[in-house]
């Protein structure tokens, strides 16, 4: 069973729209949740982190945690060209804290 | 800061070669990871550090070794290298402490290939 599940896309939104991205992860005890996004051929950056149920946001970028339901999941509003990337979820595992576990990926195309 | 920095960017070996994977980090992190990352796959997580003298496995060890002598070097050494270890390579660290948030911070991967 894979732990931390993502749709592999890829989603296309028009340019000025929202995205939509979601995370569903297996691990209860999970506490920490991260947003990476991965330019093609560059390492992950870390773009949003979450800690507790409910909305953060930051800029354009709104993250979403809901641990009732297992479920993570983040909005980019006004979405541009340059956001066309592939967005990793992470989640720490529970009783490990040292470790994260990611997704594979969602690919977000943004069209001018 | 430099941050994280890895060497070398891109290596080819052939079948049976050993070769280190470098990677140093200038922010004082205690923790200090080595993820593989195959096409279309998320990160796969073969070695960590949790300190100085400290390491542990990950969920794909097989095949690779590293040690930890200084908080700011953490390399990966390939023994027998195989087809199977193609793939791109990130180093990652983060801070530990009362106030950790778990945020990793990555390098800009080492791409291998081997044939």
């Known amino acids: 069973q894979k732990e931390v599940e993502q749709n592999s896309g890829p989603l296309s939104v028009p340019e000025g729209a929202i995205a939509s991205l979601n995370c569903t992860y297996s691990?209860?005890?999970?506490?920490?949740f991260f947003w990476y996004r991965q330019y093609s051929g560059k390492s992950p950056e870390l773009i949003m982190s979450?800690?507790?149920?409910g909305d953060k946001e930051d800029g354009r970028f709104t993250a979403q945690l809901n641990k009732a339901s297992q479920y993570v999941s983040l909005l980019i509003r006004d979405s541009q060209p340059s956001d066309s990337a592939t967005y990793l979820c992470?989640?720490?595992?529970?009783?490990?804290?040292?470790?994260?576990?990611f997704g594979t990926g969602t690919k977000l195309q943004v069209i001018p | 800061n430099a941050g994280v920095t890895q060497t070398p960017k891109f290596r080819i070996l052939k079948i049976g070669q050993s070769m280190t994977l470098q990677c140093t980090q200038d922010m004082n992190h205690n923790y200090m990871y080595w993820y593989r990352q195959d096409p279309g796959m998320g990160l796969k997580l073969i070695y960590y550090s949790v300190g100085a003298g400290i390491t542990d496995k990950g969920e794909v060890p097989n095949g690779y070794n590293v040690s930890r002598s200084t908080t700011e070097d953490f390399p990966l050494r390939l023994e027998l290298a195989a087809p199977s270890q193609t793939s791109v390579y990130f180093c990652?660290?983060?801070?530990?402490?009362?106030?950790?948030?778990?945020?990793?911070?990555f390098g800009p991967g080492t791409r291998l290939t081997v044939t």
């Open positions: 979450i800690y507790s149920n």
């Open positions: 992470a989640v720490t595992i529970s009783g490990g804290y040292q470790k994260v576990t």
């Open positions: 990652a660290s983060r801070t530990g402490g009362i106030d950790v948030t778990y945020e990793q911070y």
């Open positions: 691990d209860r005890g999970s506490q920490s």
